[in-house]
C-alpha cells in the first residue's frame, strides 16, 4: 500500500506528557508521519504539567510548544519547526476519523502514556472515544499497538486487563526508566522510556545508549 501511513500517537489522560512528546520528537526525526490524539483527560494533565493548554482550533501551535518544552520544564530545550512536520490532528471524540477505520493505513498505534482506564477500555473494546477506538481497530487489523502503561501500585484488574492486551498481541510497555545508561537528567530518563517504546514499535532513534554488556561502560565514557 503506498502513499502516506502513519503511526497513529495516542496521549491518554495518565502524569507522563513529557514521554509523550519525546516519542514525537523521535518519530518526526526519523521521517515518520504522525496521527495525533489527545484524549480530553490528557489535556487537563498536559496544562497541570507544563502549563500548556491544547486546543483543537490552535492545535499546531500548541504541539510545537509542547515540542520544545524540555521535561525540566525548560521552554525552549528542543528546536521545532515553525511549521510542525507529516502530523495531523484528530479530535478524540471524532469517531468519523480515519484511525477509526480498518481501512485507513496506518503502521500502528502507540498509547504514550497509558492511563489504566484507557488499559480497561481498550482491553474491553469500549471504544468511547477516538484513542480507545483506534486502538481496538490496530489489534483487530494486526497492526502492532505499544502501550506505555504508567501507574503504580497496579491493581489486580488493571494487571487482568494488561494481560488481555497482551494476548491479544499488544506490547506492554511500563514507562520504567532504566539507570545503566547513565542518566544524569530526568529528560535522559524520559527518553530512555521513549526509546523503548520506539524500539517496540522498530523505529529507529538515537535517545539513550545501549546496554554493550560492559559493567561501568557509560561512567567511563561520560553520560550524555
Do not use: N
Amino acid at each position: 500500500m503506498g502513499g502516506r501511513r502513519p503511526w497513529v500517537v495516542g496521549v491518554s489522560g495518565a502524569s507522563g506528557t513529557p514521554y509523550a512528546a519525546s516519542v514525537l520528537r523521535a518519530l518526526l526525526a526519523a521521517g515518520e508521519a504522525v496521527d495525533l490524539v489527545v484524549s480530553r483527560a490528557s489535556r487537563l494533565t498536559l496544562l497541570d504539567e507544563t502549563g500548556i493548554g491544547f486546543r483543537d482550533a490552535h492545535w499546531r501551535d500548541d504541539l510545537r510548544r509542547w515540542l520544545a518544552r524540555g521535561a525540566d520544564g525548560t521552554p525552549d530545550a528542543f528546536e521545532v519547526p515553525a511549521e510542525v512536520a507529516d502530523v495531523s490532528h484528530w479530535s478524540p471524540g471524532d469517531l468519523a476519523a480515519g484511525p477509526s477505520s480498518g481501512s485507513y493505513p496506518a503502521k500502528g498505534m502507540l498509547i504514550v502514556p497509558a492511563s489504566t482506564a484507557c488499559v480497561a477500555g481498550v482491553a474491553l473494546g469500549l471504544s468511547k472515544d477516538l484513542l480507545q477506538r483506534a486502538a481496538s481497530v490496530t489489534l483487530k487489523e494486526r497492526r502492532k499497538l505499544v502501550v506505555a502503561v504508567r501507574e503504580t501500585p497496579l491493581s489486580g484488574q488493571t494487571l487482568k486487563a494488561l494481560v488481555t492486551l497482551d494476548e491479544a498481541g499488544a506490547v506492554v510497555l511500563p514507562a520504567s526508566p532504566a539507570f545503566y545508561a547513565g542518566a544524569t537528567h530526568i529528560q535522559d530518563l524520559v527518553d530512555f522510556v521513549a526509546g523503548r517504546v520506539l524500539d517496540a514499535a522498530g523505529v529507529p532513534h538515537k535517545l539513550y545508549r545501549r546496554w554493550e554488556g560492559e559493567l561501568g561502560g557509560d561512567r567511563d565514557r561520560g553520560t550524555a
